[in-house]
Every structure is written in structure tokens, then in C-alpha cells.
């Protein structure tokens, strides 16, 4: 990362500062970690059941998990820095208005716009960090880990703000999203990066791409979202029914669960530079079927142990789908980057009404146990899994023909 705080993109300008490229995905990502730690609060104060909790989920991960991959694909033709600012500042004001309305609807509504500036934001920002880190797994490693961060600060900031105001609280937690979109804009203008811009190249002859590796890759992005948002909007519940404690405890949970997250993120780079991403995604998906289990089987207390566990083998992919989808298509960064970036933290939320369904019917503990499933699903596919440019599956390299520069 230290070899590329900026970068030339060609045919226009320099990309802005992976720094500022990192904190902004944290703030963006705050407002994701927001809506699972916000619906103990609206439960509580609005009297709703399982089923209507999972349809706030849906309206921040749904909407989000269709539009990402559309503003993708229109990322790869044309380049249009504004939506980095113009998302963040959408996703901050849906979750500031979304405790203002006592109406369901109007709560989902601001919800859903929430998830609506976050799937404009993932792209555009994914292909400004490829070009910020020169491709370079520990730079993607930084970014992801930033987004991240933000994910482990929201229920931190929802905890201040609406556990001292109640719902109500909400709206104060846009201002860092106004302030982070002011800062994007003028660091835009700095870089000449203003407007919107052709990719020279890469509309007219992309890339060969392998999209075969790119299809294997997204179940296993797949299955490891609807674990993640499935424990975001349950296990704050899960843990305060288990250990028969109050809304605090379940929180202290979340908080726990994002923290080690985060940190797993940029472990994740380290142990794909000695490794090499597809061993150490594997190994990962594996440990993930007992760290699971552990959730709706260990006793007491020791329950958080298993928090952190899960925590570890979920997030230390993270970055790595991201190097590894760029990689698998790299003339259609947006593409990758909406899919891999972006849908692997939304598209869970797709199944968020139907584990709900389950938990109204079966229990939490059922939800969670569901839950183990996923990491089978993603070891199966990564035992398919190579890196790019390679033709054997079971080649576990370090880093193949991977990381190309942005074309």
C-alpha cells in the first residue's frame, strides 16, 4: 500500500487517496452495520415481530444486492466518480430519517434509500481503490478492512444515539456522512475527477475474462453473505434469549462479532501473501462449518468465544473475493467490484424474510443452526476454485497470473 497512496488512472486525472478511499468505505459501511443494530430498538419501541424485523433487513440488503451489479456494469463503460459521495450521502440520510416515522412503511422506506446510496457507492469506490493500490492485495486489503470498521462502528454509534434518544436518535447519525461527501467532493475536483469519464479500451475491447471462476466464486460470496447478514439481524437477539440478558448484551455481541471482523480483514491480506488466497480461503470455509455450530452449542458465556471464531473465518475472505473477482474479470472492474464488494454484503438480505419465517416458526436457534449450512455450501465450491490464470483447480498459488494492473 505505502508504493501507492495515489495512482494515475488512464485517460484522466489521478484517483483520490486511499486513505480517503478507505475512510469514506468506512463511513458508507457505517450505515450498513447500522440497520441490524437498529432493529432491537425498533423491536422494542414499535412492538414488531420476527418477520417484520427481516423486512427492514430486506429494505437495506435487497434493493442494494439488484442495483449493485446494474451500477457495475454501468461503471465499466463509463467512469462516474460522483456516485462515491452522492452514495454516501444517501446512505447516511436514510438511516438518519429512518427513526423519525413511526409508520412501518415509511421506516422501510428510509431504510430502502439507505441501501439505495450503498449500492451506488461500492463500484465506483471498488475500481478507484484498484487504482489507488496499484492492484496490490495489501491496498484492497486496507479498503476492505475500512468498510468493515464502519460495519463494527454501527451498532457502536446506534447504541449512543438511539440508546439515549431512543428511535429518534437516528437523524444525528448523518452528519458523518454529509462530512465525508463534502471532503469526497473536493478531493474530486483536486484529482480532476469531477465528471464522468470513458474507460479508453475497456467498453470497446474488454479483458478476457473467466467467468466460469467468476460464477464459483459468487456462490461462495453468496453463501457467506446470507451467514453474515443472517447472525447481523439475528444474533443481538440470539444472544440476549440465550443468556436470558438485556438488549446491551446483545449488542456487546454485534460489536464483538464486526471488531474481530474488521481486524480478520487485514489478517486475511497477510495470510494470502504467505499462502496465497484460494488456500487460505478454503482453509476458511472449512473452519467456518464448526465455528458455527459452536454458536447454538457451546454454554453459557463461552458463547462469545464462538462470536470471535465466526467472526474470524467470515471476514478473512473479505478482501480476497474482492483481489480474486477483479482478477477473474479484469475488464469489468465495476462489474466485479459491485458484485464481490458490494453483493457480498447485501444479498443476504434477500433471505433475511425467510429465516425470519423460520425464527417466528422454529426458534432463533434454529436460524442459527440453518446458518451452519452456508460454509458447506462454500467449501464445496472452493474445492473448484483457482487462481486466476491458472488452469488446475487445485492450484492453491500465491498469487498466479493475478493481480493485473487497471486497464
Not at 418477520?51 to 463509463?78: E, K, N, Y
Not at 471532503?183 to 474530486?188: A, F, I
Not at 479483458?207 to 453468496?222: E, H, K, N, S
Not at 504467505?274 to 463461552?302: D, N, Q
Request: proline share 6%; net charge positive; aromatic share 6%.
Amino acid at each position: 500500500m505505502s508504493a501507492a497512496l495515489t495512482a494515475d488512472v488512464p485517460g484522466r486525472g489521478k484517483s483520490m487517496p486511499m486513505w480517503l478511499l478507505g475512510t469514506g468505505h468506512a463511513v458508507d459501511d457505517i450505515y450498513q452495520g447500522a440497520v441490524p443494530a437498529l432493529i432491537p430498538f425498533l423491536v422494542a419501541a414499535r412492538h414488531w415481530d420476527y418477520l417484520a424485523a427481516s423486512g427492514i433487513t430486506l429494505a437495506a440488503g435487497g434493493l442494494s444486492s439488484v442495483l449493485q451489479p446494474v451500477f457495475g456494469m454501468l461503471t465499466d463503460r463509463r467512469r462516474f466518480p460522483w456516485l462515491v459521495p452522492a452514495g454516501i450521502s444517501l446512505a447516511g440520510a436514510g438511516v438518519g430519517l429512518s427513526g423519525l416515522a413511526h409508520s412501518y412503511v415509511l421506516t422501510w422506506l428510509a431504510v430502502a434509500l439507505s441501501g439505495l446510496g450503498v449500492a451506488a457507492y461500492h463500484p465506483e469506490s471498488g475500481r478507484q481503490a484498484r487504482a489507488a493500490s496499484c492492484g496490490s492485495q495489501a491496498g484492497m486489503s486496507w479498503f476492505a478492512m475500512g468498510g468493515n470498521i464502519g460495519f463494527a462502528l454501527g451498532p457502536v454509534v446506534v447504541g449512543i444515539a438511539v440508546g439515549a434518544a431512543g428511535p429518534a436518535g437516528t437523524l444525528p447519525l448523518a452528519g458523518p456522512a454529509l462530512v465525508c461527501a463534502v471532503v469526497t467532493v473536493r478531493s474530486l475536483k483536486r484529482a480532476g475527477l469531477t465528471g464522468p469519464a470513458a474507460e479508453p479500451g475497456v467498453a470497446a475491447a474488454p479483458l478476457p475474462g473467466d467467468w466460469a471462476g467468476f460464477a464459483r466464486l459468487t456462490v461462495a460470496v453468496v453463501a457467506r453473505s446470507v451467514v453474515a447478514f443472517g447472525l447481523g439481524t439475528f444474533l443481538a437477539l440470539f444472544i440476549e434469549q440465550r443468556l436470558r440478558a438485556d438488549p446491551g448484551v446483545g449488542e456487546v455481541a454485534l460489536v464483538a462479532f464486526y471488531g474481530v471482523g474488521a481486524a480478520s480483514t487485514m489478517l486475511g491480506g497477510r495470510l494470502a501473501d504467505r499462502f496465497g488466497r484460494i488456500r487460505t480461503v478454503r482453509v476458511c470455509y472449512v473452519l467456518g462449518i464448526p465455528s458455527l455450530a459452536a454458536l447454538w452449542l457451546v454454554p453459557g458465556p463461552a458463547v462469545f468465544a464462538a462470536v470471535a471464531a465466526a467472526a474470524a473465518v467470515l471476514y478473512v475472505p473479505f478482501s480476497l473475493h474482492v483481489t480474486l473477482g477483479q482478477d477473474y474479470l479484469p475488464g469489468r472492474v465495476g462489474t466485479a467490484s459491485g458484485i464481490t464488494l458490494g453483493l457480498a454484503v447485501s444479498v443476504g438480505g434477500l433471505a433475511a424474510p425467510a429465516l425470519g419465517v423460520i425464527a417466528e416458526h422454529a426458534g432463533l436457534r434454529s436460524v442459527i443452526a440453518l446458518l451452519t449450512l452456508m460454509p458447506l455450501v462454500c467449501a464445496l465450491v472452493g474445492m473448484r476454485m483457482r487462481e486466476p490464470g491458472t488452469d488446475s483447480p487445485a492450484s492453491g498459488g500465491r498469487e498466479g497470473a493475478g493481480v493485473q494492473a487497471l486497464g
